[in-house]
T-cell receptor, first 110, second 114 residues
Framework: KAGVTQTPRYLIKTRGQQVTLSCSPI?????VSWYQQTPGQGLQFLFE???????NKGNFPGRFSGRQFSNSRSEMNVSTLELGDSALYLC?????????FGPGTRLLVL | GENVEQHPSTLSVQEGDSAVIKCTYS??????FPWYKQELGKGPQLIID?????GEKKDQRIAVTLNKTAKHFSLHITETQPEDSAVYFC?????????????FGKGTHLIIQP
């Protein structure tokens, strides 16, 4: 069974731009969560989608948004990028029991 | 909201010895506690998890214990090997499937000395 895939793996943007990251969950998993990982703040929950509906959201500004498609694939978008948005963005695929992480997208904002 | 504290931040052990990492949580409604291992350049990998109706769970050299009364849980790795070197994260949640989000500890950098 294929694991969680995330694209792109690396991304460089400049302040003020926007970015879209993509995640394909494990086949059969309907829950997709997004996390931000930074050296200072660690791993922080952004939001979770299940059957195209956002069920839960972490404490991040409205510049961070996401969506889920009918095939469970998910995208997250960050608008008006700031230097502090530089991080590893992780997607987690969930079944009823637990969550499995993808390799992440490393975003660098210059 | 939930708060998870993890100790120590760095742990160095001799190959073959045991390693113990401890976490405490604040939300008494949390009932799912996974542990993840993250190697350089990779995403976190689930290594073991435990739910609140179980006090201990073991998988080969890895075990996790949970004390719900004291709100703490621990990861035990026996007979450590060089490939155990990585950063380990504990987490807590009210559910396992993702609906409530995972709250993570800050991580423990485990170093296995040859």
């Amino acid at each position: 069974k294929a694991g969680v895939t995330q694209t792109p793996r690396y991304l460089i943007k400049t302040r003020g731009q926007q970015v879209t990251l993509s995640c394909s969950p494990i086949s059969g998993h309907r829950s997709v969560s997004w996390y931000q990982q930074t050296p200072g703040q660690g791993l922080q929950f952004l939001f979770e989608y299940f059957s195209e509906t956002q069920r839960n959201k972490g404490n991040f500004p409205g510049r961070f948004s996401g969506r889920q498609f009918s095939n469970s694939r998910s995208e997250m978008n960050v608008s008006t990028l700031e230097l502090g948005d530089s991080a590893l963005y992780l997607c987690a695929s969930g079944n009823q029991e637990t969550q499995y992480f993808g390799p992440g997208t490393r975003l660098l904002v210059l | 909201g939930e708060n998870v504290e993890q100790h120590p931040s760095t742990l160095s052990v001799q190959e073959g010895d045991s390693a113990v990492i401890k976490c405490t949580y604040s939300d008494s409604a949390s009932n799912y506690f996974p542990w993840y291992k993250q190697e350089l350049g990779k995403g976190p990998q689930l290594i073991i998890d435990i739910r609140s109706n179980v006090g201990e769970k073991k998988d080969q050299r890895i075990a996790v214990t949970l004390n719900k009364t004291a709100k703490h849980f621990s990861l035990h790795i026996t007979e450590t090997q060089p490939e155990d070197s990585a950063v380990y994260f504990c987490a807590a949640s009210r559910s396992g499937g993702g609906a409530d989000g995972l709250t993570f500890g800050k991580g423990t950098h485990l170093i296995i000395q040859p």
